[in-house]
T-cell receptor, first 115, second 113 residues
Framework: KAGVTQTPRYLIKTRGQQVTLSCSPI?????VSWYQQTPGQGLQFLFE???????NKGNFPGRFSGRQFSNSRSEMNVSTLELGDSALYLC??????????????FGPGTRLTVT | ELKVEQNPLFLSMQEGKNYTIYCNYS?????LYWYRQDPGKSLESLFV?????AVKQEGRLMASLDTKARLSTLHITAAVHDLSATYFC?????????????FGKGTKLTVNP
C-alpha cells in the first residue's frame, strides 16, 4: 500500500509570494491533517480536513488555508509569504470509521524556504 | 489548552547505557504516540499507546502509559548509535469531532560510541 505522498519535496520562494503544497493520503484514508515544524515552535497543528470539510484549525493567521478534494487529496496554500513561514510542512492521513479516527500516518514533508 | 512536556530535551549517552525519556501532558487523552525523526526526515511512528497501563516494546525501546498520572515514558535499553535521533511524544486531542496531535518539543538523543 502506498504511503502518504507530498509534493513538492523542496521549495524556495521569495517574501510576498504565495505557495501551494499538495498531499495525497493513503488509499482509503479520508482525513488529512497538516502540521508545521520549525526549530523555534516545534510541531504545530495547522488544520484537518475530512470529506472536503475543514473540521479543525490551529492557531495560524488567515494567510494559511487549505482544501480537500473529493478524492481526499489535499492542498494547503500560504499567501504573502514571510521569512517565518520557512518550515517543514508535514501532511498526515488517517482512517475514519463510524466517527472514530485512527492513527495518523505522516508523509515525507515539504521543506519550504522563504528568502 | 493541552500542554505536552518532554524531558530531557537533549540527551547524550554512551552505547550500552540505559535511559528514560519522560512525557507529561496536562489533560485527559485516550491516545499517546511516540515518533522518531532523523535529521531532515519525516516522522516515523514508533508506538501507539491506547490505554492506561499500556506497555509496548520494539527492540531496545519500550514505551508505557499511565493515564492517571498523565505520564508516558520511553525507555532505552543498551543504547546503540543507530538510536541517535529526535524522539517526540504526541497526545491526541479531540475537539468537536476532530482530532489533532499536540506534540512535545522533542528529545534529541545522541548515542556516543
Amino acid at each position: 500500500k502506498a504511503g502518504v505522498t507530498q509534493t513538492p519535496r523542496y521549495l524556495i520562494k521569495t517574501r510576498g509570494q504565495q505557495v501551494t503544497l499538495s498531499c495525497s493520503p493513503i488509499s482509503g484514508h479520508r482525513s488529512v491533517s497538516w502540521y508545521q515544524q520549525t526549530p523555534g515552535q516545534g510541531l504545530q497543528f495547522l488544520f484537518e480536513y475530512f470529506s472536503e470539510t475543514q473540521r479543525n484549525k490551529g492557531n495560524f493567521p488567515g494567510r494559511f488555508s487549505g482544501r480537500q478534494f473529493s478524492n481526499s487529496r489535499s492542498e494547503m496554500n500560504v499567501s504573502t509569504l514571510e521569512l517565518g513561514d520557512s518550515a517543514l510542512y508535514l501532511c498526515a492521513s488517517s482512517l475514519v470509521l463510524r466517527s472514530s479516527s485512527y492513527e495518523q500516518y505522516f508523509g515525507p514533508g515539504t521543506r519550504l524556504t522563504v528568502t | 489548552e493541552l500542554k505536552v512536556e518532554q524531558n530531557p530535551l537533549f540527551l547524550s549517552m554512551q552505547e550500552g547505557k540505559n535511559y528514560t525519556i519522560y512525557c507529561n501532558y496536562s489533560t485527559t487523552s485516550d491516545r499517546l504516540y511516540w515518533y522518531r525523526q532523523d535529521p531532515g526526515k519525516s516522522l516515523e511512528s514508533l508506538f501507539v499507546l491506547l490505554s492506561n497501563g499500556a506497555v509496548k516494546q520494539e527492540g531496545r525501546l519500550m514505551a508505557s502509559l499511565d493515564t492517571k498520572a498523565r505520564l508516558s515514558t520511553l525507555h532505552i535499553t543498551a543504547a546503540v548509535h543507530d538510536l541517535s535521533a529526535t524522539y517526540f511524544c504526541a497526545v491526541d486531542l479531540v475537539e468537536g469531532g476532530s482530532e489533532k496531535l499536540v506534540f512535545g518539543k522533542g528529545t534529541k538523543l545522541t548515542v556516543n560510541p
